[in-house]
């Protein structure tokens, strides 16, 4: 089960930070990803972290987003900088279905646990 939260209204410039509470044995062993989804528009993915911690980003995020993991507390985190109005998104986090992946996917169809998603929306 995953837990998705710390969306909301921001304008363009500012700065969120999501967190994803996952409740899963093992979760240290799993890749985590973060994707999301416009109005419309296909989901995309966004960041992805290894169990080896080797992250991985699209070049529409790269500098701005970054991903992180708390084994301990089994969550991850993006924080999002200098957001900008096609960010606006329900964002979601997943799990990686096969552990020990070496390099993080960033193919949608290799996470088969998703939260519930939190709404990013940025004002321009």
């Known amino acids: 089960q995953l837990q998705a939260s710390g969306g909301g209204l921001v304008q363009a410039g500012g700065s969120l930070r999501l967190s994803c509470a996952a409740s899963r044995r093992a979760f240290d062993t799993f890749a985590m990803g973060w994707f999301r989804q416009a109005p419309g528009k296909e989901r995309e993915f966004v960041a992805a972290?290894?169990?080896?911690?080797?992250?991985d980003y699209p070049s529409s995020v790269k500098g701005r987003f970054t991903i992180s993991r708390n084994n301990a507390k089994t969550a991850v985190y993006l924080q999002m900088n200098s957001l900008k109005p096609e960010d606006t998104a329900v964002y979601y986090c997943?799990?990686?279905?096969?552990?020990?992946?070496?390099?993080?996917?960033?193919?949608?169809?290799?996470?088969?646990?998703w939260g519930q998603g939190t709404q990013v929306t940025v004002s321009s």
């Open positions: 997943a799990v990686d279905r096969s552990a020990f992946r070496q390099v993080p996917t960033t193919s949608e169809y290799d996470y088969n646990y």
């Open positions: 972290i290894s169990y080896s911690l080797i992250t």
